[in-house]
């Protein structure tokens, strides 16, 4: 699967189509984690169709999802999550349907690339303030399609100085300024020692770096032990999770070893022709078994 091919299926919003029935897992499995365990579960909101939307608390709780990870907005709606009339009203929404605002992103950083346009780096000082009043502690920058960083070191450089520029006021704030991209773990650390900052991490896609053909779970180990890795996305592309390339009782493995706990958000993993909320809420019951 060429790198194109994949961040169509990592990106692209999941239709509601039928489907036929999917995999039974152990029916013990808790569908919401207790606020004093060790991980919490969530998904992007805009794998469970609702990117930027406040009915994605309503679909994640349908689902039995501990959070989801919220899409600032697009260029079309000016990153309308900026405003403060909607911050109270996902923070309403969140506590009204028990679904946390796990994390925020900022997706249309791969059409608007934050290496080249001047609109991007205003989005991610503004993220800043977006992403403590909403309670999350961070944020995801995408580093894809266009605003991909792979042998581009003159974008890179530019996204470095952007980075220093921006990381003061995520330390001053408690937030991390999160990376996920296809760099390998090298080039993540490349990044983070040049901005020398501890507002800034890797956010790792267990799925992203199975495509690019890195080893994950020396990356995962090696990342987490200099405490480099501030998030994940357990993700796979045309399969549910576990049924795909990802071997997760092997992550789950390097997890332990890097004393990882906190979010984990399921991306992606909705098979063609697959009903979402169907494969979404067994995507949740294995992620559970996986990190019981």
Known sequence: ???????????????LSTTASLPVLNAKSSLQ???????????????????SKIEAF?????????????????EKNDMHLRRKDLQK????????????????????????????????EQWVQDSVGVAKALGA???????????DLKNDPQGTQVV???????????????????????????????????????????YYDVCNSTVMGYDILKEIRWLGKQKQICEFHFKENSYLLGQGKVNYPEVRKAIDDIQYGGWVHIEGAVPEGKNMLESYTYNNKFVREILA
Not at 1 to 15: D, H, K, V, Y
Not at 33 to 51: L, Y
Not at 108 to 119: A, F, G, H, V, W
């Open 1 to 15: 699967m060429n790198r194109r091919t994949a961040l169509r299926q990592t990106l692209g919003f999941i239709g």
């Open 33 to 51: 984690n207790p606020n004093n365990q060790r991980f919490r579960v969530g998904a992007c909101d805009w794998s469970i169709g609702q990117s």
């Open 58 to 74: 309503d679909v994640a709780k349908t689902i039995g999802l501990d959070g989801i990870q919220v899409n600032l907005g697009s």
């Open 89 to 120: 009203a996902w923070r309403e929404a969140a506590k009204r349907t028990g679904v946390q605002i796990g994390g925020l992103a900022l997706g249309e950083l791969n059409n608007i690339p934050y290496k080249s346009d001047p609109r991007a």
């Open 137 to 147: 502690k961070n944020i995801l920058l995408a580093f894809f399609n266009k605003g």
């Open 160 to 202: 470095i100085e952007r980075l220093k520029a921006v990381a003061p006021k995520a330390e001053k704030a408690g937030i991390v300024l999160a990376i996920e991209s296809w760099l390998s773990a090298e080039e993540h650390m490349a990044i983070i020692d040049a901005v020398a900052s501890p507002a800034v991490k890797v």
